[in-house]
């Protein structure tokens, strides 16, 4: 028989029976749960092998009967040996070559997956090195251990009897003064003398007694016609040139080109006053036009340094009226044999203010053109230019005096004229 439960254990057993039923149908939903996530997990990874066997399953299928991939015979160099046979994805093929021959290639090759050998085809090349001919000009090649010896003929020189011995100067060779001569550089290279002569020198005389002279290079470009060094002068120096300028010119940053020197604009002149500074190729002027003299009752007054008007003339004075209005002095400064045919000179008609201009104007030539060495024409209605149609050679001086005339309803009105003084400088830049 079972003892007695006291009456006051009774509700604790009670409560504690009900909190342990309640943690049993915890731990049954926890593993609901648990159950229900390896399931879905379950499902997805066999979804996921479904995929890659079907990904598997189109791709093609390899020609289980087809021959492995093999790489093009290979034949052994001239005067060398190959070893292997196997010309299989992976096989090795050697080549070497025999006492006296060295390789140049690849020593091994391998054939690759896309059925081509790795490297590069061998070839033996022959150690001997008079079998190249290396000596020129009819020299004898003489095998030494490892190196060789050229003996040369008469009148050759050099390690490869490249040289020819010099019986007689060249005409660019500068011989008679010490200053442009120099000692050759030479060293011992595989037990033979090697001499070499610093840029702007050659080599002259023999092997064994050479010397280097200096290469006059303003003769050489003279000579070979390959155009001028400078466009003035040439200047021969050891081992090199320079480019000279005449006077009243300047060199220029290209160190061959020649700029005249503007004496007026950087003051340089020793003009009077009175007078005004010209700049002309390679030196300058001072000038001061004077007005043409007085004839009959036509008289000029000068308004500025290069120019003069005609006093107001009276009423019944033909001749002065047919006299020039106006007279402009010009200077130009032209290279010789300026290429032809130039524009030197334009001559326009300006109205005043206000005032109608003419309704023609008739340009010419009123003197100082011997030779026709100049024209004169129309460029549009109010212009007209003065043409050089002739090739100058200076120094010379020219003048020319160019005339403009005024008309309104065929009436002659004014005319003004251009005196233009041409310095022709003797240098053509």
Known sequence: MLPAVPLLLLPLLLLYKHQVVGLLRQMEKLLKIQELRFAESIRIMKSKLANVQNSISRLPQADQSAAPTTCPSLEAPA???????????GHEV?????QGYHLVGSATRVCRDNGTWSGVGAVCKDVRE?????????????????????????????????HQTQTAPPEWSVMNDPA???RPRCAQVNQAQHCSCDA????????????????????????????KLCVHECVNVPGSYRCSCPSGYKLL???RSCEDVDECLSQKHNC???TTCINIGGGFQCVNPECPRLYGNVTYVKTSSFQCERNPCPMD????????????????SLPSNLQIPATLFRMATAGAPGRPGPDSLRFGIGGGNPRGIFVMQRSDRQTGELILVQPLRGPQEISVDVDMSEYTDRTFQAKHVARIHILVSPYSF
């Open 130 to 162: 008079c079998v190249s001919n290396p000596c020129q000009n009819g020299g004898t090649c003489v095998e030494g251990v490892n190196q060789y010896r050229c003996t040369c003929p008469q009148n050759w020189s050099g390690s490869n009897c490249q």
């Open 272 to 274: 009077s006053r009175g």
């Open 200 to 227: 702007g020198f050659h080599m002259s005389g023999t092997s064994d007694n050479s010397i280097c002279q200096d290469v006059n290079e303003c003769e050489v470009y003279r000579l070979d016609q390959g155009g």
């Open 253 to 255: 940053r290209d160190g």
């Open 79 to 89: 005067h060398g040996a190959k070893f292997g046979s196997k010309y299989f994805v």
């Open 94 to 98: 050697h080549f070497s070559c025999p």
């Open 317 to 332: 004075s033909r001749s002065c009226h047919l006299a020039p209005k106006t007279v402009s002095f010009h200077y130009l």
């Open 180 to 182: 442009f001569s120099r």
